[in-house]
C-alpha cells in the first residue's frame, strides 16, 4: 500500500503500514512496534528493543509535520528530506548517534526534538542545521555530551543522572533566552560535592528562565548552597519526596528563593514514598481496599512543627500563588506548608491537592493551612 506524504502513517504490530486514507490532510505520523495483543495485560517483563527497522519510506515525507517513533531501529536513508517536519518524537529508538544527526540534518524547520529512552551514542551535536526551539532529553543514559545550537531556544527539558560539568554545550548564546526548563534527577539523590557541582553547572546555563522545574529524589535534594540566581524567574515548581524525618527541606527552600527574588507562583509536588507489600511481585493486581488502606495521609495535631522565623524577600513580597500538590500531611510536609505560608502576606491564592486518604484527615488538615494564611481574604482551593 501506497503512503502519502499527508497521510497519517500508523506501523502495526506485524509491521505492515495502514495509510488514513487519500483524502486525510492529517500532516502527522506515529510509528510504533508495540508487539502486545492486550493493552490490559499488565506489564510482566522488562522492555526488550524489538528487531523492527523504521521504514524508510517515512523519511522523505515532503509534507510530514509531525512525526513519533517509539521502539525501533532508526537506520535512515543516506539522504534524509523532511522539508516541513517541525515535532519529532523518539522513544526507545536505537542507533549508532550518527544516525540521529543524519535524521536532524535532513529537517531544517525542526523546532521541538524530543528524545526518550533512546540508545544512541555517547555524543549528540545538532550545530549548523535545525535552530531548535524546545529540546528534551529524558533517560538517554548512554549520552555524555550534547552541542545543540541554542539560538533559538525557548525550552529545555532533562531527566537523569546527574550529568558531568561539560554534557551540554550550547552555541549561539542562546542559553540566555531559554524561558522554560525542567531538570529531573530520576535516580538516586545526588549528594557528593562532585555531583553537587555539576547539577548547579548545568542549572547555570538556565539563570534567566523564568519558568523553572526540579524535580529529585528528596525534594530539594542538593540545593542548599552554591546555587546561582534566578533574577528573571517567575514560576518555581519543585518535586520530590519529603519524609517525615527530613529536616532540612526548609533551609533548601529558603535557599532557592533567596536565590530567586521575583517568582510569583510557587508549586510543590510531594512524591509517594513506596508502599511495602512485601514479596509480591509488581504485576500482581490489588484490590482497591488495600490500596486505600496504604495510604500515606496522616494528621498528628501532637507533632511540633519547627518553622524559624524568615524573613525572605520574594515571600514577603512577590509570591502571590502557593500550589501544594499530593499534600500528605507528614511533619516535615506540614512544616514546610507552615513556613511558606505564615510568611507570605501577598498570598492571594493557594491550591491544595491532598492525597487520597480519610475526609476526617483532609478537613483537619484543610483547617490547619487555613490557620497559616496571613492573607485571610486569599483564594483557596482544596481537592
Known amino acids: 500500500m501506497s503512503v502519502h506524504d499527508d497521510?497519517?502513517?500508523?506501523?502495526?504490530?506485524?509491521?505492515?503500514?495502514?495509510?488514513?486514507?487519500?483524502?486525510?490532510?492529517?500532516?502527522s505520523a506515529v510509528l510504533s512496534s508495540d508487539s502486545s495483543d492486550d493493552d490490559d495485560e499488565p506489564n510482566r517483563w522488562p522492555w526488550v528493543l524489538p528487531d523492527y527497522t523504521a521504514t524508510r519510506v517515512i523519511f522523505s515525507?515532503?509534507?510530514?509535520?509531525?512525526?513519533?517513533?517509539?521502539?525501533?531501529?532508526?537506520?535512515?536513508?543516506?539522504?534524509?528530506?523532511?522539508?516541513?517536519?517541525v515535532t519529532l518524537l523518539l522513544s526507545h529508538v536505537s542507533d549508532p548517534g550518527s544516525d540521529l544527526e543524519r535524521l536532524v540534518a535532513g529537517c531544517?524547520?525542526?523546532?521541538?526534538?524530543?528524545?526518550?529512552?533512546?540508545?544512541?551514542?555517547?555524543?549528540?551535536?545538532i550545530v549548523g542545521g535545525a535552530r531548535l526551539?524546545?529540546?528534551?532529553?529524558?533517560?538517554?543514559?548512554?549520552?555524555?555530551?550534547?552541542?545543540?545550537?541554542?539560538?533559538?531556544?525557548?525550552?529545555?527539558e532533562y531527566r537523569g543522572a546527574v550529568t558531568d560539568g561539560s554534557f551540554l554545550t550550547m552555541h549561539g548564546g542562546g542559553s540566555m533566552r531559554v524561558a522554560d526548563c525542567k531538570v529531573d534527577i530520576c535516580e538516586e539523590e545526588a549528594t557528593s560535592e562532585e555531583e553537587?557541582?555539576?547539577?548547579?553547572?548545568?542549572?547555570?546555563?538556565?539563570?534567566?528562565?523564568?519558568?523553572?522545574?526540579?524535580?529529585?529524589?528528596?525534594?530539594?535534594?542538593g540545593l542548599d548552597k552554591g546555587l546561582p540566581s534566578f533574577s528573571s524567574l517567575l514560576h518555581l515548581e519543585m518535586r520530590g519526596c519529603l519524609p517525615d524525618d527530613d529536616t532540612g527541606a526548609i533551609a533548601a527552600m529558603s535557599t532557592v528563593l533567596e536565590h530567586a527574588p521575583n517568582p510569583e507562583t510557587l508549586s510543590l509536588a510531594f512524591h509517594p514514598q513506596e508502599h511495602d507489600f512485601g514479596d509480591r511481585p509488581d504485576y500482581i493486581r490489588?484490590?482497591?481496599?488495600?490500596?486505600?488502606?496504604?495510604?500515606?495521609?496522616?494528621?498528628?495535631?501532637?507533632?511540633?512543627?519547627?518553622?524559624?522565623?524568615a524573613m525572605i524577600p520574594c515571600l514577603r513580597n512577590q509570591v502571590r500563588k502557593i500550589n501544594l500538590v499530593h499534600y500528605q500531611g507528614g511533619t516535615a510536609?506540614?512544616?514546610?506548608?507552615?513556613f511558606l505560608l505564615s510568611n507570605a502576606p501577598v498570598i492571594d491564592k493557594l491550591w491544595c491537592g491532598?492525597?487520597?486518604?480519610?475526609?476526617?484527615?483532609q478537613i483537619q488538615l484543610m483547617r490547619e493551612i487555613e490557620g497559616w494564611l496571613i492573607n485571610k481574604s486569599a483564594e483557596t482551593h482544596f481537592a
Open 286 to 309: 490489588f484490590s482497591e481496599e488495600e490500596l486505600l488502606g496504604a495510604h500515606h495521609l496522616s494528621y498528628n495535631p501532637h507533632s511540633v512543627l519547627a518553622t524559624p522565623s
Open 7 to 27: 497521510d497519517m502513517v500508523d506501523e502495526r504490530p506485524r509491521s505492515t503500514i495502514d495509510a488514513a486514507g487519500s483524502e486525510s490532510n492529517d500532516d
Open 196 to 221: 553537587l557541582m555539576n547539577l548547579r553547572q548545568l542549572l547555570q546555563l538556565f539563570v534567566n528562565a523564568e519558568h523553572l522545574h526540579l524535580e529529585s529524589a528528596r525534594l530539594g535534594s
Open 108 to 125: 531544517p524547520r525542526l523546532a521541538d526534538l524530543t528524545l526518550e529512552a533512546c540508545s544512541t551514542g555517547t555524543a549528540l551535536s
Open 333 to 338: 510536609q506540614r512544616a514546610l506548608a507552615k
Open 133 to 156: 526551539r524546545r529540546l528534551a532529553l529524558r533517560c538517554c543514559h548512554n549520552l555524555t555530551a550534547v552541542a545543540v545550537d541554542s539560538s533559538e531556544l525557548q525550552a529545555f
Open 61 to 85: 515525507c515532503a509534507h510530514l509535520r509531525s512525526l513519533s517513533l517509539s521502539s525501533y531501529r532508526l537506520a535512515p536513508p543516506d539522504t534524509v528530506s523532511l522539508p516541513s517536519l
Open 354 to 361: 491532598f492525597a487520597e486518604g480519610p475526609m476526617w484527615t
